[in-house]
């Protein structure tokens, strides 16, 4: 695996490196100066992706991986699961373009020219402590940390297990 010479770009505390794994493979990899983490878009063979969320090794976490068979949908995991922690909001549009060209560039696609990134509620509290409420919002049912946004669910790491729950009963403690 090597870093593809004059892909990496900085946005503020965020470097955003293309790697190649081969021919036709890459991982494109957004790691975050300010907490030491990374997350990476990785294609492994035609038609399987996956994305990789690496902590910080003070953290002392196991990283988080998620499977896909659909490229749009494991782009768009990826971009819904970076470390945006302390970044002003234009560094983070700019790296997820950079990002949505790398992406398109290595895919053979047309250029996306007018793309729209809205940030989840939740991605700002990735790695941090949530708790998780009833549907209702009323009593509280568990606190744990964060892990991963998935579709409309948040995946968080409670003492001994992971568990998902909808991201509407997830709130930032």
């Known amino acids: 695996m090597s870093i593809i010479e004059g892909s990496t770009k900085e946005f503020g505390n965020t470097s955003v490196l293309l790697h190649s794994l081969g021919s036709s493979c890459y991982r494109i990899e957004w790691y ?13 063979m035609q038609g399987k992706y996956v994305v990789i969320r690496k902590w910080a090794q003070a953290r002392n976490m196991s990283d988080v991986s998620s499977e896909f068979n659909s490229r749009n949908s494991a782009l768009i995991h ?40 809205p940030k989840p509620r939740l991605q700002g509290a990735i790695g941090k402590e949530v708790v998780v409420k009833s549907k209702v919002g009323e009593k509280e049912i568990a606190h744990g940390l964060l ?13 001994n297990a992971k568990k998902k729950y909808y991201s509407k009963q997830v709130y930032i403690r």
């Open 32 to 44: 975050s100066r300010m907490t030491g983490a990374s997350t990476s878009l990785a294609k492994l």
């Open 147 to 159: 892990l991963q946004l998935v579709g409309n669910q948040a995946e968080i790491q409670l003492m």
């Open 78 to 117: 990826f971009l819904n699961n970076v470390d945006i922690v302390k970044s002003q909001d234009e560094w983070i549009i700019a790296a997820k373009q950079h990002c949505l060209n790398l992406f398109v560039e290595n895919e053979g696609l047309k250029p996306v020219t007018k793309a729209s990134f």
